[in-house]
């Protein structure tokens, strides 16, 4: 590769030594142009965990559950049709999966602020993208191309000395089931047989950490933002091997020297290449640990579900959240100039949990989204305080449902767990923390009794966050 991770970015931005541990906009000043250029702005995703954590709640900013993976809903009567106003925007989770999205916004009138489709599914293709980390000077694992026809043995293709390896399909879907560890040859062959007439990248497994950095690419520079543990295939989530389980943030103390700089420099890099190509908003770049360096992995180019925890590490930091980044990023010329700032050894480090079906089962009930409190193994709520997850006791945790009542498959997602605190060790794969395994245990025996403890009143409550977000505590799919 043809660069240092710790060296300063070619484009003259900020190297390591001055970017502070959190980079952004001031909040104040983000926020007064945002209320300066907009009149509304629409979050669409199944569950408003993202503009829930966008605190304090803005007046112009509400949720609608538009996902990609479920019907759109019909639109009320009184519905705003026609020319999208220019103060009128739209923000989407995940705008490349299903015309959904595009399809809301042109039948109510709002402006998607969405990256340009060509240049995402270059960076979300999980072969494609090894084009972008080498014009981005970062390294990944060493890995290979078996091609969709005329393929040798598998034993062409495994080197010797790779004491194990990954194989991804170039479409590894949004909860990682297109990604498999293994361990032989023989192995290899039998994942090639039922992955026949597309390619597949074969990887060296590295054995280290994961960590998932998110960033924004604006029109004139890549703003790197907080750094997070990524939670990857834990069994007492029942997740599959390559499943996203969640994430948890980090500081640069939590790390082994030089990781957490390491991780924002390839941050900034793959920004800086992704901008040159078009793209403009939010991203994830995902990296593991290898002897000492870090690997990059994947790009996830859109919105990911640790945003939710990203916002409220930029809010203590006095910086205009991530969402707002992205709005601003189409909506200007350039980005004001950016704000470095230092993390506080001890501000809390949010972390999520995605809980998925140990087995194909049905579920009769979800509890309601909201804010609950564990006591001994029983958990209560939700509570009438605020949805926001800045705001959370210890012993609290925010919930959102994703599976709908009904028959559920092994390893499909059921909820959202949300933290004040860390729920695992810094650690490849790590064991859950005693507490974290019992709110899972809680919400598990809630779906199986049908949300028991909670009348039909409290079931039929609203979120309590913003009084413009609407809930749809029964209709979420995807995590990452």
């Given at each position: 590769?043809r660069h240092g991770?710790?060296?300063?970015?070619d484009?003259g931005?900020?190297?390591?030594?001055?970017?502070?541990?959190?980079?952004?906009?001031?909040?104040?000043?983000?926020?007064r142009?945002l209320?300066?250029?907009?009149?509304?702005?629409v979050?669409?995703?199944?569950?408003?965990f993202v503009s829930?954590?966008?605190g304090?709640?803005?007046?112009?900013l509400?949720?609608?559950?538009?996902?990609?993976?479920r019907?759109?809903p019909?639109?009320p009567?009184?519905?705003?049709?026609?020319?999208?106003?220019?103060r009128?925007?739209?923000?989407?989770?995940a705008?490349?999966?299903?015309?959904?999205?595009?399809?809301?916004?042109?039948?109510?009138?709002?402006?998607?602020?969405?990256?340009?489709?060509?240049v995402t599914?270059?960076?979300?293709?999980?072969i494609?993208?090894?084009?972008?980390?080498?014009?981005?000077?970062?390294?990944?694992?060493?890995c290979?191309?078996?091609p969709a026809?005329?393929?040798?043995?598998?034993?062409a293709?495994?080197r010797?000395d790779?004491?194990?390896?990954v194989?991804?399909?170039r479409?590894n879907?949004?909860?990682?089931?297109?990604?498999?560890?293994?361990a032989?040859p023989a192995?290899?062959?039998?994942?090639l047989?039922d992955w026949?007439?597309e390619?597949?990248?074969?990887?060296?497994?590295?054995?280290?950490?994961?960590?998932?950095?998110?960033?924004c690419?604006?029109?004139d520079?890549?703003?790197?933002?907080a750094?997070s543990?990524?939670?990857?295939?834990?069994?007492?989530?029942?997740?599959?091997?390559?499943?996203h389980?969640g994430?948890?943030?980090?500081?640069?103390?939590?790390?082994?020297d030089g990781?957490?700089g390491?991780?924002?420099e390839?941050a900034?890099?793959?920004?800086?290449?992704?901008?040159?190509?078009?793209?403009?908003?939010?991203f994830?770049?995902?990296?593991?640990?290898?002897?000492?360096?870090?690997?990059?992995?994947?790009?996830?180019?859109?919105?990911q579900?640790?945003?939710?925890?990203v916002?409220?590490?930029?809010r203590?930091a006095?910086?205009?959240?991530?969402l707002?980044?992205?709005?601003?990023?189409?909506?200007?010329?350039?980005l004001?100039?950016?704000?470095?700032?230092k993390?506080?050894?001890?501000?809390p480090r949010p972390s999520?949990?995605?809980?998925?079906?140990?087995?194909?089962?049905?579920?009769?009930?979800l509890?309601?989204a909201g804010?609950?409190?564990l006591?001994g193994r029983?958990?209560?709520g939700?509570?009438?305080?605020?949805?926001?997850?800045?705001?959370?006791?210890?012993?609290?945790?925010?919930?959102?449902?994703?599976?709908r009542?009904g028959?559920?498959?092994?390893?499909?997602?059921?909820?959202?767990l949300?933290?004040?605190h860390p729920?695992?060790?810094?650690?490849p794969?790590?064991?859950?923390?005693p507490?974290?395994r019992?709110?899972?245990?809680a919400?598990h025996?809630r779906?199986?009794s049908g949300?028991?403890?909670?009348g039909?009143?409290?079931?039929r409550?609203?979120?309590?966050?913003?009084p413009?977000t609407r809930?749809a505590p029964?209709?979420?799919?995807?995590?990452?």
């Open positions: 590769m991770l710790n060296a300063r970015a484009d931005g900020p190297g390591d030594e001055d970017a502070g541990d959190i980079e952004g906009i001031d909040a104040d000043t983000g926020r142009l209320h300066d250029l907009l009149d509304e702005v979050w669409l995703d199944h569950c408003p829930a954590s966008f304090p709640a803005p007046a112009w509400r949720h609608e559950p538009v996902s990609a993976l019907p759109l019909a639109p009567p009184a519905s705003r049709r026609g020319t999208p106003g220019r009128r925007v739209c923000v989407s989770f705008p490349e999966h299903g015309p959904n999205a595009r399809t809301w916004a042109r039948t109510h009138g709002y402006r998607l602020l969405a990256p340009d489709a060509g599914a270059w960076a979300a293709d999980k494609s993208v090894l084009e972008l980390f080498e014009e981005a000077g970062v390294a990944i694992p060493p290979v191309i078996v026809t005329g393929r040798a043995p598998a034993q293709y495994w010797a790779w004491p194990g390896a194989a991804q399909r479409e879907n949004l909860i990682g089931r297109g990604t498999v560890p293994l032989s192995e290899l062959g039998r994942r047989a026949p007439d390619p597949v990248r074969l990887s060296r497994r590295a054995p280290g950490i994961s960590l998932t950095v998110t960033a690419a604006g029109p520079r890549t703003v790197v933002s750094v543990h990524q939670l990857v295939g834990l069994p007492e989530l029942a997740a599959s091997w390559g499943t389980c994430n948890q943030l980090v500081h640069p103390c939590d790390l082994p990781l957490y390491q991780a924002r390839a900034r890099r793959v920004g800086e290449v992704l901008r040159g190509r078009g793209f403009l908003g939010v994830g770049l995902d990296l593991v640990e290898d002897d000492g360096r870090l690997l990059a992995v994947e790009v996830n180019p859109r919105f579900t640790v945003v939710s925890l916002q409220t590490a930029e203590a006095g910086l205009l959240p991530t707002g980044l992205h709005i601003l990023s189409f909506l200007l010329p350039a004001p100039p950016p704000v470095a700032r993390l506080p050894p001890g501000e999520q949990l995605v809980v998925h079906a140990a087995g194909d089962t049905t579920v009769h009930g509890a309601p804010r609950y409190r006591a029983a958990v209560t939700p509570l009438t305080a605020p949805t926001d997850l800045a705001e959370l006791r210890d012993d609290e945790a925010l919930y959102w449902a994703v599976a009542p028959p559920v498959t092994a390893g499909q997602e059921l909820a959202l949300q933290f004040r729920v695992g060790p810094l650690e794969r790590p064991r859950l923390h507490e974290a019992k709110w899972i245990d919400f025996e779906s199986r949300g028991a403890g909670e039909e009143e409290a079931r409550r609203p979120c309590s966050g913003s413009r809930c029964r209709g979420c799919t995807r995590s990452t």
